[in-house]
């Protein structure tokens, strides 16, 4: 039921080209012999779950870091952000979230504020699991500043047999926590540099929820007084 549910969700604009070629392409296969044709069936509802868009419900207390992508956890470490954001050699605590091809691959904001700044950079396509991938991959960064003038860092990166990443936002834009702002096809990787004093609530290997699932809470961080 639930992949039923998914598959019957509106899909993401960028899919729409796709699901009428996968279609297109299993008339053919239906014409040259049946069995091609059902393979051709099962492709295009592949093709209808990848660019799924459900609606999410978004955490909106202010400190929050919230996942800008659905997918596995599958690195937290200290780095430095992508140097064409100007943003100097200081490192930030960088939660990297990987996107296979069955997760949904829509993008958004992982907290509210206005776009300062985009920046496209051309690169490999390496498999998005590695490490080495958010240096060498093609890659899409956006930092955003919140109203309480931290910034957070969101880069889009292109994977083993991702071919375009989607942005539609530009700089000046405001943006809500959990806004969509673009999307990768077909598998990749997003990777959040957290603002200071940000403490990350996921672990290595967990499953996050785009929009859903709060990566780091800034407040934890703050002194309490009595």
């Known amino acids: 039921m639930n992949s039923l549910t998914s598959i019957l969700t509106p899909i ?107 920046a496209y950079r051309p690169g490999l396509f390496l498999n998005a699991d590695l490490d080495k991938a958010s240096d060498a991959n093609e890659r899409n960064s956006v930092l955003i500043e919140r109203p309480d003038g931290e910034e957070v860092v969101v880069v889009q990166i292109a994977g083993l047999v991702a071919r375009r990443i989607v942005c539609d936002v530009t700089e000046g834009h405001d943006l809500s926590a959990g806004e969509r702002f673009g999307i990768i096809r077909f598998g990749s990787r997003l990777d959040v540099y957290l603002p200071r004093g940000a403490v990350p609530l996921v672990a290595v290997g967990q499953t996050a929820i785009a929009g859903e699932t709060v990566l780091a809470d800034q407040a934890l961080a703050e002194p309490h007084h009595l």
Not at 26 to 49: E, Q
């Open 12 to 118: 993401h604009r960028e899919g729409h080209r796709w699901v009428i070629i996968f279609a297109a392409v299993t008339v053919v296969l239906f014409m040259i012999w049946n069995p091609l044709g059902w393979i051709g069936v099962i492709l295009t509802l592949w093709c209808l779950y990848f660019f799924r868009d459900p609606d999410r419900v978004t955490p909106t207390r202010a400190g929050l870091v919230i996942s800008p992508a659905d997918g596995v956890v599958n690195m937290i470490t200290e780095a430095t952000p992508p140097e064409e954001l100007g943003l100097g050699d200081m490192t930030r605590t960088r939660v990297s979230i990987f996107m296979n091809v069955f997760n949904c691959h829509v993008n958004r904001a992982p907290v509210a504020g206005r776009v300062k700044r985009v």
